[in-house]
C-alpha cells in the first residue's frame, strides 16, 4: 500500500494568518490526492481533489498543489471555522490511502 | 442534493453480528461507486471497501477482506457494511461516502454510524 505521512500533526495558526499543510506520498500517486477537512463531532468533507481543483463552493482561501509524491493544501487567512483536522487521501493506487491527518488549532 | 443518511448509533457484545445501512437520495444510486471508512476513537480515517450497485461489483481493502461484507440494494438506494461476529477492536465511527464518477475520491459523505461492542 501508497504510504500517505501528513507533517506537521499539528499546526498551531492565529485567525487571519496562512497555514500551510504538506501531504508525502512513499511513491508517485501522479495527481490523485485529495483533501478533506474534518471538524469535531463532523463527517469529513471534501476540499480539493485531482491535488489542486477545489470542490464546488469552497472559499478561494484554499488551495491545493503538487504532483508526483509532493503536495501542499494552504489555507491563506485562516478562519474560525478552519480550525478542524486534514486529511490527505490518494486513490492513483488500489487500495486508496488517507494520511494521518494534520490538526490545525488555534494559538 | 445528494444525500447518504446512515443508520443509527449500535452497542453490541463481542461475538454478535451487525448490518449497518447507508441510503442514498438525489442522485442515480446505481450509477455511482459507494465506499466504506472506518475511523476509530481518536484517529484517522482508514479506506474499507467500495461497492458499486449498479453490479454489483465490490472491492475491499487488504485490512478488511474476509473481516467485514459489504453489499447493496439498488431498488431501495441502500449499502450496507456487515460484520458476522463483532470484536472490541470493531468499536468505530463508520463512514459511507459516495465515490465521484470516473475518479476514486470521496465526493459526498453519511454522518457516520458509531459501532461500540463491548468484550
Known amino acids: 500500500d501508497i504510504v500517505m505521512t501528513q507533517s506537521p500533526a499539528t499546526l498551531s495558526v492565529s485567525p487571519e494568518e496562512r497555514a500551510t499543510l504538506s501531504c508525502r506520498a512513499s511513491?508517485?500517486?501522479?495527481?490523485?490526492l485529495a483533501w478533506y477537512q474534518q471538524r469535531p463531532g463532523q463527517a469529513p468533507r471534501l476540499l480539493i481533489y485531482?491535488?489542486?481543483t477545489r470542490a464546488p463552493g469552497l472559499p478561494a482561501r484554499f488551495s491545493g498543489s503538487g504532483s508526483g509524491t509532493q503536495f501542499t493544501l494552504t489555507i491563506s487567512s485562516v478562519q474560525s471555522e478552519d480550525f478542524a483536522v486534514y486529511y490527505c487521501?490518494?486513490?492513483?493506487?488500489?487500495?486508496?490511502?488517507f494520511g494521518q491527518g494534520t490538526k490545525v488549532e488555534i494559538k | 442534493e445528494v444525500q447518504l443518511v446512515q443508520s443509527g448509533a449500535e452497542v453490541k457484545k463481542a461475538g454478535e453480528s451487525l448490518k449497518i445501512s447507508c441510503k442514498g437520495a438525489?442522485?442515480?444510486?446505481?450509477?455511482?461507486?459507494i465506499g466504506w471508512v472506518r475511523q476509530m476513537p481518536g484517529k484517522g480515517l482508514e479506506w474499507m471497501g467500495i461497492?458499486?450497485?449498479?453490479?454489483?461489483?465490490?472491492r475491499y481493502g487488504p485490512s478488511f477482506e474476509g473481516q467485514v461484507t459489504i453489499s447493496a440494494d439498488k431498488s431501495i438506494t441502500t449499502a450496507y457494511l456487515q460484520w458476522r461476529s463483532l470484536k472490541a477492536s470493531d468499536t468505530a465511527i463508520y463512514y459511507c461516502?459516495?465515490?465521484?464518477?470516473?475518479?476514486?475520491?470521496?465526493?459526498?459523505w453519511g454522518q457516520g454510524t458509531l459501532v461500540t461492542v463491548s468484550s
Open positions: 461516502a459516495r465515490v465521484a464518477s470516473g475518479y476514486f475520491y470521496f465526493d459526498y
Open positions: 438525489g442522485y442515480n444510486f446505481g450509477n455511482y461507486w
Open positions: 461497492i458499486f450497485p449498479g453490479d454489483p461489483h465490490i
Open positions: 511513491q508517485s500517486v501522479s495527481s490523485n
Open positions: 485531482d491535488a489542486s
Open positions: 487521501h490518494q486513490y492513483n493506487n488500489w487500495p486508496g490511502t
